[in-house]
C-alpha cells in the first residue's frame, strides 16, 4: 500500500519546539531520510496529525524496527550524537546534551513489536519542514492503549483518536492486532462511547458486538485452573508491583504474553525511581 498524501504540520508555527531543539529534531529527521532508514514519527507529533490537537512536548518519539538500530546509532554517532540503548526490550534515545530523542521499537510492556506491520500505508506530513511518515492511527492506539500508569494515563489520547478517525480506522485489523489483549479495547470502546453519548454509533455495531460476544461466552466459562496471573503489569509498571511481589501472583510480563524477560522486568521497574527524580 502506498502513503497517502495530504497532511502537512508545520511545529515551528505553533511555536511548540524551542529553535534549538527544533533544529536537533531537523538534523535528526534529515540524516535519516538522507540514510533510507525506516522511521515513523509517533508521540504528540503523529498526535497532532490525527487529531488536531497540539501541545509542547519535550521530545520527539520516533518508532523503528530493533533490526535498524545499530546502523541508526552508527548514523548518529557520526552526526556527534549520543546514543543510548536506554531499556533493551524497548526503547533507545538519542541525546545532543540535555535534549533527546526516543527511538522506539516495542512497548514498554513488551506485547506490540514494530514489525512490518507499522510500515503499510503510511500518511506523509511535514515535521519541522521535513517529509517524514507518521505512525498509523491504529498503531498509535495500540502503542497507547496499555499506558495506564497513576501519573500517566493515555485514554484521553485514544477517545480524541477514535474522535477524530473511527470511520477512517482498519477495524478488521484493529481487532487482530489486539488479540488476545481484546479486553482492552473494550474497555477504551466503552469509554468513548460514555465520553462522546452523542457518538456512540460511530463504533461499527458490529465491533462492539463481536467484543461483547467474546466477552459472554468468557463469563460462561469456568475459571482456568492454576491461572495465577496478574496481566495489570502489561498496563502499568508500577501499581500491581504489590500483587507480583507479596500475593504471589504470576507477572503478566513474563508469561508468553509479552517479549520481556526477567532482566528486563527488573531494569524497568528499576528506572520508576529515575522517573520519581525527574
Known amino acids: 500500500m502506498e502513503p497517502t498524501a495530504g497532511l502537512a504540520l508545520s511545529l515551528e508555527?505553533?511555536?511548540?519546539?524551542?529553535?534549538?531543539?527544533?533544529?536537533?529534531?531537523r538534523q535528526t529527521l534529515r540524516a535519516l531520510n538522507g540514510a533510507d532508514i525506516p522511521f515513523l514519527v509517533g508521540g504528540a507529533f503523529a498526535h497532532a496529525c490525527h487529531t488536531g490537537i497540539r501541545r509542547s512536548t519535550k521530545d520527539l518519539d520516533l518508532f523503528i524496527r530493533r533490526a535498524d538500530y545499530e546502523r541508526i546509532a552508527q548514523l548518529m554517532q557520526q552526526h556527534g550524537w549520543r546514543t543510548?540503548?536506554?531499556?533493551p526490550h524497548w526503547l533507545a534515545k538519542v541525546h545532543d546534551g540535555p535534549e533527546f530523542i526516543d527511538l522506539i521499537f516495542n512497548s514498554g510492556n513488551g506485547l506490540m513489536p514494530v514489525d512490518e506491520r507499522w510500515f503499510r500505508g503510511n500518511s506523509r506530513a511535514a515535521v519541522l519542514g521535513v517529509p517524514v511518515l507518521v505512525a498509523n492511527v491504529e498503531d498509535s492506539l495500540l502503542s497507547k492503549a496499555f499506558i495506564m500508569e497513576r501519573e500517566r494515563y493515555d485514554g484521553g489520547d485514544i477517545a480524541h483518536l477514535l474522535q477524530a478517525t473511527a470511520e477512517r480506522l482498519d477495524w478488521p485489523g484493529l481487532l487482530e492486532r489486539f488479540g488476545p489483549h481484546w479486553r482492552v479495547l473494550l474497555a477504551h470502546l466503552t469509554l468513548f462511547g460514555?465520553?462522546?453519548?452523542?457518538?456512540?454509533?460511530r463504533i461499527p455495531g458490529w465491533v462492539m458486538e463481536r467484543l461483547m460476544a467474546r466477552l459472554a461466552e468468557e463469563v460462561r466459562e469456568p475459571p482456568a485452573p492454576n491461572e495465577h496471573v496478574c496481566a495489570g503489569t502489561l498496563l502499568s509498571r508500577e501499581q500491581y508491583l504489590h500483587?507480583?511481589?507479596?500475593?504471589?501472583?504470576?507477572?503478566?510480563?513474563?508469561?508468553?504474553?509479552?517479549?520481556?524477560?526477567?532482566?528486563?522486568?527488573?531494569?524497568?521497574?528499576?528506572?520508576?525511581?529515575?522517573?520519581r527524580s525527574q
Open 13 to 25: 508555527e505553533a511555536e511548540e519546539v524551542e529553535p534549538r531543539v527544533a533544529d536537533f529534531y
Open 84 to 87: 543510548e540503548m536506554s531499556h
Open 194 to 201: 460514555y465520553i462522546y453519548p452523542g457518538e456512540r454509533q
Open 243 to 275: 500483587d507480583v511481589e507479596q500475593l504471589g501472583y504470576v507477572d503478566g510480563r513474563l508469561t508468553a504474553a509479552s517479549t520481556m524477560t526477567a532482566e528486563d522486568v527488573a531494569g524497568w521497574t528499576e528506572a520508576i525511581a529515575d522517573r
